[in-house]
């Protein structure tokens, strides 16, 4: 089944999709009967699919495959009240230099801070490649008012942010105020001006499979790089099924309009075996064009020492243990 | 570059072979008659052989009349002694059994990937997970026969012969050795002549369980066995699960005496698909419904219909699914479609699939490489069938969807049970109230809503129609072994 192989680079395809979408997005009750619309999810089916892809068994020439691409995608994160530049220093370091005893190690994706940490991350960063994002609009709660999140995210770009990650006010798209939501999205995608933009739903805060998926379409139809599963701070955050279900997002929504959307599911994911798991969702149902860390991430801060030392066990056949990687 | 490492590569699986030394075949293997593995009378062996590679696996004793004799003979012995055991005891061995096939399942799992050619995925986590639930359910049942519906102390019947088919072999005999050992009977056991290991591996478990001699014989062998056991004066209940063909040669046969029969045949399972269904799980129920097990299932959703306002769209979704799914070495860990069980079956799949290309639909396999040795036969879809096809109507019994539409619930209401068949049909649509309303109507044994090819020890499965009488399975599967 050939699929379009279109992947404008950030912003070219917003305002074609802005368009497409005028009719959709014309008042809340048009925005609304369009998200409800949408087909359902079975929430059986769509758990049992992602159980059954997680069996897969990754092994040898392409376990070392998914374990350096998992390393590339990750945003190295630290969204701690106790965050320093000294912390934000270290965990730079270890985004462009992750295996000091190893230095074919690829580097991660990003790190991720709150925007007052950008300056320092940036600084440490250099010319390293190494992307700088940064949570915004409240992030996690988004429980402010709309210029204060404004004001959050260009304070986050003025400081050098690459990419920022915002919330959706969870509290209006649970009252059906989808359009509210649509023109946050919008706004904040506008102050955001050359930085790429994810979306965090939180969706363990909508709940249901269904608003997923509506809240996947809403988010990308306002313009969305990236559509992401949670901020990592409430009790359910990135699944096997929630991701599944957003990779059914962007691939449908490719389908349809031609523009790629990237995924990053974010908090829980500690494991090697996890992160495979994730990236096999992504083979399988994306395809191959997600396989990259331009359009999939993994929001996580353990899981890259995991990985390191699978990918140490890897190439010298013994485990090496935490001693034998940094400590950030 | 942020990243030394290079995305461009394809994320190929690499291979993943589950370890065939967890299985140790012996060069050749007798019947199982009394406790004992025997050669058969006549001296005969056939070879069984590895669907996926065709190499041969083994030599074993193939039965004939006089063997079918012996073995009926012993079971009729061992029912006097069995069928006088408290119900609590003859949990104990049903139970023992069970705990040992979950003990040996990997050993089993590989066994019957080899000898079957279904993937290893499938026997690890559908044939023996089941096989085991199914001794554990009716364990329990054994010693509660008075609350099964058919008053104080329901009395066995006797010897019962069963035959059972090739496409789920040790799950097949699960289903129908597990409810007669509950409810008192003992039983001589044809295995199809493709898969014979496991049940000989079966035997092999009873014997560690420590099970009464005579209790349960195996006879490996062909049709001519088979007959000889459904014919036989000593055996007083028949179970067959198999083909519409030998089920209706078998209610001829018995037909006049005292036998009670229960025939589980073949089926034309209509897998109906609602405008409001959720799309892609229900693209995931057609695939199970259809390719699991190559199909080779006899309540395989062979018939997909669809509503025509979503035909292009779910078509669509359902051929880039296919495209995902890997074809190859059964033991690999990732395999989804293993091999066809026979050359026969290959040939009779072949054959189907060319009258529905000659009679006008149209075919589609995704690209897939098919190994040079072996039997094997691509993931195929037909579109533009309608009910006059062939291959709307005939069993193929193969990895072959044929695709049909409909307008109105009535109208796929009336194209699903316009069949010879009524074993299954599966439901897709986000509307309950629907779901209640076509279910009720349809004429199928058993009906799926939003899921397809679910099994459970719990629940009775038996067809309508041509697709046979009786139900295994649940508290309904006792009646098939009581005097009732």
Redesign the interface.
């Known amino acids: 089944?050939p699929?379009p192989q279109l992947s404008p680079p950030p912003g070219q395809g917003g305002a074609a999709t802005l368009a497409a979408f005028a009719d959709v997005t014309a008042s809340d009750s048009t925005l609304r009967r369009f998200l409800h619309g949408l087909?359902?999810?079975?929430a059986?089916?769509?758990e049992?699919?992602a159980a059954s892809l997680g069996?897969?068994?990754?092994?040898?020439?392409?376990?070392a495959?998914?374990i350096?691409?998992a390393?590339?995608m990750i945003d190295l994160t630290t969204l701690e009240g106790a965050d320093t530049p000294g912390k934000v220093r270290a965990l730079a370091g270890k985004a462009v230099n992750p295996d000091p005893t190893d230095r074919?190690?690829?580097?991660t994706?990003a790190v991720c801070v709150y925007p007052d940490m950008v300056e320092a991350a940036k600084a440490a960063l250099g010319g390293?490649?190494?992307?700088v994002a940064s949570v915004a609009t409240a992030f996690p709660a988004g429980r402010a008012a709309l210029d204060v999140k404004l004001a959050d995210t260009r304070d986050a770009v003025a400081a050098g942010a690459d990419e920022i990650d915002m919330v959706i006010d969870r509290g209006a798209f649970l009252a059906g105020h989808y359009l509210k939501v649509y023109e946050e999205i919008r706004a904040v995608k506008e102050a955001s001006g050359a930085a790429r933009l994810k979306v965090i739903f939180e969706t363990g805060e909508l709940s249901t499979y269904d608003n997923i998926r509506r809240a996947s379409w809403l988010g990308m139809i306002a313009g969305a790089d990236f559509i992401k599963t949670s901020t990592g701070k409430v009790a359910v955050n990135a699944t096997p099924a929630n991701t599944l279900l957003m990779l059914?997002a962007v691939r449908d929504f490719r389908a349809q309009t031609g523009v790629q959307v990237g995924v990053k599911p974010a908090g829980g994911i500690r494991s090697t075996k996890d992160a495979v798991k994730f990236?096999v969702l992504v083979?399988?149902t994306a395809g191959?064009d997600w396989?990259?860390?331009h359009w999939f991430r993994f929001g996580a801060s353990s899981l890259l020492n995991d990985l390191l030392m699978q990918r140490q066990k890897l190439a010298t056949g013994r485990y090496s243990g935490p001693d034998y990687v940094t400590v950030d | 570059m942020a990243s030394a490492f290079d995305t461009a590569s394809a994320f190929a699986y690499a291979p993943a072979p589950e370890s065939r030394s967890v299985v140790d075949i012996a060069p050749s293997y007798g019947l199982f008659i009394d406790g004992e593995f025997t050669e058969a009378a006549g001296g005969k062996v056939f070879k069984t052989v590895s669907p996926s590679t065709e190499e041969v696996l083994s030599e074993v004793a193939q039965a004939g009349a006089e063997d079918v004799d012996r073995a009926v003979a012993a079971a009729r012995r061992a029912f006097g002694k069995w069928s006088a055991l408290p119900g609590a005891e003859r949990a104990k061995y049903l139970f023992r059994i069970a705990r040992i096939i979950q003990e040996r399942s990997r050993e089993l799992a590989v066994l019957e990937t080899l000898d079957n050619g279904k993937p290893i995925k499938e026997t690890r986590d559908a044939d023996l997970p089941l096989v085991a639930a199914h001794f554990f359910y009716y364990a329990g049942w054994a010693d509660k026969l008075d609350h099964a519906g058919y008053g104080r102390d329901p009395r066995p019947l006797g010897v019962a012969g069963q035959v059972i088919p090739w496409n789920f072999p040790l799950l097949m005999l699960a289903w129908k050795i597990a409810p007669a050992l509950a409810a008192g009977n003992t039983v001589v056991l044809k295995p199809a002549e493709t898969t014979p290991l496991s049940a000989l591996f079966f035997a092999d478990i009873c014997r560690q369980a420590g099970l009464p001699r005579g209790v349960v014989n195996i006879l490996p062998g062909y049709g001519d066995a088979g007959a000889a056991l459904v014919a036989h004066e000593g055996v007083d209940k028949v179970a067959f699960t198999g083909s519409t063909a030998v089920g209706k040669a078998i209610a001829r046969q018995v037909a006049g005496t005292r036998k009670k029969v229960t025939l589980e045949l073949g089926g034309k399972g209509a897998n109906i698909v609602f405008d409001d269904a959720p799309i892609d799980q229900a693209v995931e129920g057609i695939v199970t419904g259809i390719f699991f097990n190559q199909g080779q299932v006899c309540c395989a959703g062979s018939r997909l219909l669809v509503q025509e306002s979503i035909q292009d769209e779910l078509l669509d979704a359902l051929k880039r699914r296919l495209s995902t799914m890997r074809l190859g070495d059964p033991l690999d860990k990732n395999t989804d479609i293993g091999a066809i069980n026979s050359a026969e079956q290959l040939a009779r799949i072949t054959a189907l699939a060319d009258t529905g290309e000659a009679e006008g639909a149209e075919r589609w396999s995704p690209e897939c490489e098919l190994p040079s040795a072996g039997y094997w036969f691509a993931p195929t879809l037909f579109t533009g069938v309608t009910q006059a096809h062939t291959i709307a109507r005939d069993e193929i019994f193969g990895p072959v969807l044929s695709v049909l539409s409909f307008r109105t619930p009535d109208e796929a209401v009336a194209k699903a049970n316009n069949s010879q068949y009524g074993l299954s049909a599966g439901i897709w649509t986000e509307k309950g109230s629907r779901i209640l309303a076509v279910a009720n109507k349809l004429r199928a044994g058993v009906v799926w809503a939003n899921t397809f090819n679910k099994f459970d020890p719990t629940s009775p499965f038996g067809g309508y129609k041509e697709s046979g009488f009786g139900r295994e399975g649940g508290r309904h599967g006792l009646e098939a072994y009581l005097d009732v």
Do not use: C, F, H, W
């Open positions: 089944m699929s087909p359902g999810v079975d059986v089916g769509l049992a699919r069996t897969r068994s990754i092994k040898t020439t392409a376990k495959y998914a350096d691409l390393i590339s074919t190690t690829p580097r994706a390293s490649g190494v992307k059914e990236l083979n399988e191959q396989l990259d860390n």
